[in-house]
């Protein structure tokens, strides 16, 4: 089953304007290391931290939003999932949790999913919980489930290239026509709509 849920948002990203970002982990977060399982491999990328710590100051929400199909190959558990989530948030060193909410999609691409990127049920989902407008949330991420999940979500959709596993994207990238930003900090930055009001 998939595990989608609700973490209470830091004191300071409460306002009256609602903006949302979904945030892919692996490879947009911290290092991709195919079917990571152990904490002590969590690599944070460049620019990360100072990237969320600049975004919940403008009051932006943070959602975090990963497929695990390790889970349902049967590599690991959620349980260490969980547990590399931890040490991600750990390294991050921004309070109990950055994220209003975190989603798990444990199935593989050849199973019935629920939650699994590209489908936007978990985006459509929390805006409406979060009563955020589209226009007011973007997806971003390094592959493509993640651009197809934001738009099939209708939302704004951004690509990260930090990762060296990356560059094999490029190709797909290109034809979604999605915007490509060296790290998750020259994204947020370059984004007028995220900036404080
Ligand atoms: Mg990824």
Redesign the pocket.
Known sequence: MPYCADAPSPARARTTTVRAVFL?????LIE?KPYLRDPADVALLPGVREALAEALDRAVKLFLF??QSGVGRGLFTMDDVHAVNRRMIDLLGLGASPFAAICIAPETPFEPSAYRKPSPRFIHEMLAAHAIDKESAWMV???PV?WEAGLNAGIRTAAVVA?PLAAQHEERRAALGVPAHATLLAWLRSCDQCRSE
């Open positions: 892919d982990r692996d490879g947009t991709h990963t497929n991420g390094d592959s993640d990762d």
